[in-house]
């Protein structure tokens, strides 16, 4: 496998493993982390604001939908950054860095930084 392909593979890869991972955070018990807290609680002030808090907190199915948005693109756009500027440059270092960031951005959203204090 060419080092561009595989650039490309462990980009696509990284996103959809972030995508998978936004249906955990649904059974995450207690308060979490900073990252998961505001990424579920900015998908309900998203759709609250958009519709009303009593439809944001009956309706998990579009909760959800806009917190597995919004945990895509926290992710997505340093990751497509970094692949855009390094893919054909320096494929190898391109997956490295994407590499890194995808275990530091899941660090982050489940163990990393843990939210003692309530949202």
Not at 36 to 63: E, K, M, P, R
Not at 98 to 110: D, E, K, Q, R, T
């Amino acid at each position: 496998m060419k080092p561009e392909d595989l650039a490309k593979s462990i980009f696509l890869g990284s996103v959809g493993l972030v995508t998978a991972s936004t249906a955990i955070l649904s059974i995450i018990t207690g308060y979490g982390t900073i990252l998961s807290q505001f990424i579920v609680l900015g998908a309900w002030t998203i759709l609250a604001t958009a519709t009303n808090g009593a439809f944001a907190d009956q309706h998990h199915t579009y909760l959800w939908s806009v917190a597995t948005t919004l945990n895509v693109i926290l992710f997505t756009v340093p990751a497509s950054t970094i692949y855009w500027l390094l893919r054909h440059r320096a494929p190898r270092v391109c997956v490295t860095v994407i590499a890194a960031w995808f275990l530091f951005y899941v660090v982050c959203l489940f163990f990393m930084l843990p939210a003692t204090d309530g949202p």
